[in-house]
């Protein structure tokens, strides 16, 4: 039968399907999936970031071919729905690093159009929000097209649009990265002000270190936090540090290293640190001896700061910071160097509640779900955007938010066949680590779930959600075509949603499919969107 070479209802994976192959491209794998507009590439690259590069690519061409792709859209004239989404992306905490909303606005200010770069100015604080942002910032640009009106336009609205209690926070607790520093950035833009405050916090910022404590800044109540760094830097005991600690608020980067890691230290600065600060710091808060089974008042005071979900908003925790620091502090060692620690099993709890807390609040559908989680080879062979676990594993974590408040669902996971996994929410992540990398693995075939829910007569699906980095290949069906046999046979309009983990250029969801659709996976959006999608709200 020629329609065995040529069929636009089932065509085994390493073709295009006839009619839709104007929207499909060869993958990684060697498989076809569907080409995503510049503007997904955009948002998978604002949210998954290119770190670590994926199972077959290099973080160098990862890298390359989305700014291709995010070049190509500015010059489009989509400079400014490029900075809005990197404005959501970033002010919203949505992604686990910020370095690639700030690269984004580099390339606007390189590429867009005189329009684009005054709203990038306007805008700059939303995405550069503190100093290492505006010393990435200066090196993306130094890198991408050196300085010029924008660009001095850019670093004088920084450091004159927010108060200067702020900025002198800025300044003494960032006080260079990247081969910057504050000094380096006022003197090359010619910042001024007639502010006597601001003006002589930049005064205090351009000079020289052994300069500095002869500038006498005790009379403006605005420049406080650099006094108390100031004396920070001369004390010599225990007792000094902590009561300046305690006077001026002082955080972990302003007081002498020798200081960090003693115990009476560690508790006068526990209610000055941030939300991020305070879990990377975990490992060493116990390696210290100061967290431990028996302080209940430190573990309460901290399990009760890193539960509220206001806290991790307002700090704009991303899920995967969460879970790099459960894992890590879980094994009771760091990850490089030679720190070593009793774990606190309270600790871990409430990391595993503040995992769960960091997303957006996901309403049930009531709906009932399949959720399928791809195991293949090419989600185990490296780390997922510069976390410490890989991408199956966070798929896993992923999965399981949506599974916490639905009551109807069934959970598989797949790589050249389809297996039962046997995990629920109430699971810990080293337990989900270990049932999902004792799952044999293979090739990819992302149709298998609905190929599943066909041959083994389930009905009523209404939902497919597969978490994968959409590099299959190996099925004798495209995913797209066993969702609409899947329909015809149950008669459902069941809907099928594709979590990509990784920023390449693929989707194997029928862009054309009002019922089909494509989002970013490990956004802290992700899962709302699913209920809501599911829901026909959006």
């Keep these: 039968m020629l329609t065995k070479h040529f069929n636009n209802k089932k065509t085994a994976q390493n073709q295009p399907i006839p009619e839709k192959k104007d929207i499909m491209e060869k993958n990684n794998a060697g498989g ?15 949210i998954l970031g290119t ?9 160098k061409d990862l890298t390359i071919k989305n700014t291709n792709s995010i070049v190509a859209f500015i010059k489009k004239g989509g400079g400014k729905e490029a900075l809005e989404e990197a404005i959501s992306v970033s002010f919203e905490g949505k992604a686990r690093k910020n370095d690639y909303a700030i690269f984004t606005l580099a390339l606007v200010l390189t590429y867009g159009t005189n329009e684009d770069k005054e709203f990038a100015v306007e805008n700059v604080d939303k995405i550069c929000r503190i100093g290492t942002h505006i010393f990435k910032l200066a090196q993306y640009l130094k890198d991408l097209r050196g300085w010029g009106k924008y660009v001095k336009k850019i670093f004088t609205n920084w450091y004159l649009k927010q108060s200067v209690k702020n900025l002198a926070f800025q300044t003494v607790k960032y006080q260079s990265r990247d081969g910057w520093s504050h000094r380096d950035l006022l003197r090359l833009n010619h910042i001024k002000t007639d502010e006597k405050d601001r003006d002589l916090l930049f005064y205090y910022a351009t000079k020289k270190e052994s300069k500095k404590n002869e500038i006498s800044i005790s009379d403006f109540e605005t420049l406080k936090i650099v006094e108390g760094f100031e004396k920070a830097k001369e004390a010599k005991t225990e007792k000094e540090i902590i009561s300046l600690l305690y006077e001026y608020r002082l955080t972990r980067e302003m007081i002498p290293t020798q200081f960090l890691n003693k115990p009476n230290v560690i508790e006068a600065l526990l209610p000055n640190l941030g939300l991020t600060s305070l879990i990377r710091s975990l490992g060493s808060f116990s390696a210290s001896g100061y967290l431990n089974n028996n302080n209940l008042d430190a573990i309460n005071y901290i399990t009760s700061l890193i539960t509220k979900k206001e806290n991790i908003k307002k700090a704009r925790l991303h899920p995967l910071q969460i879970l790099d620091a459960l894992y890590t502090y879980n094994l009771g060692h760091g990850i490089k160097g030679n720190l070593n620690w009793n ?3 309270k600790i871990v709890d409430a990391l595993d509640d503040s995992f769960y807390l960091s997303f957006e609040t996901v309403e049930p559908t009531n709906k009932k779900l399949m959720l399928a989680i791809d195991v293949s080879g090419s989600m185990g062979g490296y780390k997922m955007s510069g976390s410490v676990l890989t991408p199956r594993v966070a798929s896993m974590a992923l999965a399981l938010v949506t599974a916490k408040v639905e009551k109807n669902y069934i959970i598989k996971a797949f790589s050249d066949k389809l297996v039962d996994i046997d995990v629920t929410p109430k699971m810990r992540l080293e337990q989900i680590i270990h049932k999902t990398n004792s799952i044999p693995f293979g090739g990819t075939d992302c149709a298998l779930p609905m190929v599943y829910a066909k041959e083994n007569k389930i009905h009523g699906v209404d939902a497919f959600i597969i978490y994968t980095d959409n590099e299959t290949w190996f099925g004798k069906i495209h995913p797209s075509q066993a969702i609409k046999e899947y329909r015809k046979f149950t008669g459902n309009r069941s809907k099928l949603i594709t979590a990509g983990m990784v920023s390449n250029n693929f989707s194997i969801a029928d862009p054309t499919d009002a019922n089909m659709f494509d989002v970013v996976g490990f956004s802290t959006e992700t899962p709302k969107f699913i209920s809501e999608y599911i829901m026909d709200r959006v």
């Design 51 to 59: 770190e670590g590069g994926s199972y077959y690519e290099s973080e």
């Design 32 to 46: 076809y999936s569907y080409s995503l507009t510049n503007k997904k590439k955009l948002k998978r690259f604002l």
């Design 343 to 345: 774990k606190v099993s």
